[in-house]
């Protein structure tokens, strides 16, 4: 094994979510685990580029961890009582027995994944502590993906943390009874770093579109530890096909490209296939969930050849089906937009016309760009030039705003 | 690990939310569930507290003065009505006995783990 450092990195970045799930879920201890993990990627940093990445890393790793977590017992008697009353592994005939190279290792992260979504937390605190231990992503890197100062992302962690340990927040699947619930906690904070990341893709500040990938992994990690869940599968899928439009989302000047005008040529072509596969596992359940129902809208636009001929009334159909789902002003407005290109602008723009009394619609510039969509098909340049306009001063990103204004002009321009 | 189970009430009108369901607990209801405590063998202690009106303040000062008032801390929109203690694995175990507590209908319970010495 030639000189570590990258492949080292790249084995850390994979191993340590479950390194740390498997120190959690043995020790019961979260920062007993993180400080024995952290000392056990040290000595394999000191090690393995002289004696090279070892076979099983991860096995290697657990069992180092493990032997530094004997020790520091030993040390502390305190830990020692603390872990003894947590009924934890501080058993001594277990102690010395190692782990063998090819042990089965057990793989704990959705119990950690659990134990970070539960409800006792909010929901800033299970989205960092999910990234952190599930995700291996350093604070400054979370930090730094959420925009805030890294000493505020710290404090949060440390809190989140604190409240598992005093609290006893188990690191446990749940049973049948609230599983659902739990599940859908975990689920919700997965898409939130995925629609974190994506909505800056058109950022310049290309860290933030990291958190996409990583809410993937996350939702990788998730599929293949519960591979007959289908939200699991149907939110996995969602974002497949959802990212799979990243190449030609924004245009070579920083500017949105809206789905209708976007090269489709330039499509991911093989997460299209992946997702349209997960989607179609995920739509055998019945009753369908609302993440296999976006995915299957996904998935529609996504092998359509162009934004015309898409099967609107498909789309149309799902939109209805979702809403019943999850009735919210936000899925009431891409129904709106469905039924535009279904039944036509004005029948969608009557749609869109009636959620106008919807404040959390009203203030952001999806509607607004809806309603200019509709005008300008309608051949009103007026009335689609003052909705656009407002939709630009709405509108966060730079490359929406691009787009937007340039929509504005277009229209205000006689002609 | 020790929580203890604190039956919250709200006082009525000041704008406060409404509770999960109008009415107060039966002392029946109660009794069942302090009846399950029991069989479960989780039950620490419980008690149930007179209303709060028939609530007194006593603080001392520096110089080692009583000031003693009449009635509950003026501004506190919620009361304490009563307690568990309970010996569970974990905080969801903690979380399934506070969701069966009569309480949480007509009020709401909040779950505090005991410090451990």
Known sequence: ?????????????????????????????????????AQALLAAVETWPRSGVPREPLAWLATTARRKALDRIRRDATLATKLATLHADADPARRSEPVAEHEHIPDDRLQLMFACCHPALDLETQTGLTLRYIAGLSTAEIAQAFLVP??????????????????????????????????????HVVYLIFTEGYAATGHQDLVRCDLVDEAIRLARILHRLMPGEPRVTGLLALMLLTDARRPARVDDHGIAVSLEDQDRGRWDSSMI?????????????HPPNSWSVQAA?????????????????????????????????????????????????????DHLEALASEPGLTRQHHWHAARGHAFARLGRHAAAAAAYRRASELAQ??????????????YATPG | MK????????????GMPPPPSSGAPSAEEFMHYQQELGQAGVLVDSGLLQSFEDAT?????????????????????????????????????????????????????????????
Not at chain 1, 7 to 32: H, K, N, Q
Not at chain 2, 3 to 14: C, D, H, K, S, T
């Open chain 1, 1 to 37: 094994m030639g000189p570590a450092g990258e492949p080292v990195e790249a084995v850390f970045r994979e191993e340590y979510g479950r390194l740390l799930a498997l120190l959690a879920a043995r020790f019961g201890d979260l920062d007993l685990a993180e400080e024995v993990a």
């Open chain 1, 273 to 285: 296939d992946e997702g349209a596969r997960l989607t179609t596992q995920a739509l055998r359940h």
């Open chain 2, 57 to 117: 303040q006593v603080q001392v000062n520096d110089a080692g003065e009583r000031l003693v008032t009449n009635g509950p801390f003026a501004e506190s929109r919620e009361y304490l009505g009563g307690y568990q203690i309970i010996d569970v694995p974990d905080l969801d175990a903690a979380l399934d006995w506070a969701a069966r507590c009569p309480g949480a209908k007509y009020g709401r319970v909040e779950v505090r783990p005991l410090v451990e010495f």
């Open chain 1, 150 to 187: 890294p000493a505020t992302m710290a404090q949060r962690l440390t809190r989140g943390k604190r409240k598992i340990q005093q609290s006893r927040i188990p690191f446990r699947v749940p049973g049948p009874a609230e599983l659902e619930s739990r599940l859908s906690l975990v689920l």
């Open chain 2, 3 to 14: 929580y203890m189970l604190l039956i919250m009430g709200f006082r009525e009108g000041e």
């Open chain 1, 297 to 349: 809208i996904a998935a529609l636009h996504d092998e359509a050849p162009s934004a015309q001929e898409t099967d609107w009334r498909q789309v149309r159909m799902l939109y209805d089906e979702l809403f019943a789902l999850t009735p919210t002003p936000v899925v009431a407005l891409n129904r709106a937009i469905a039924i535009s290109w279904h039944e036509g602008p004005q029948a969608g723009l």
């Open chain 1, 397 to 410: 990103t730079p490359a929406e705003i691009g787009y937007l204004s340039a929509r504005a002009e277009k």
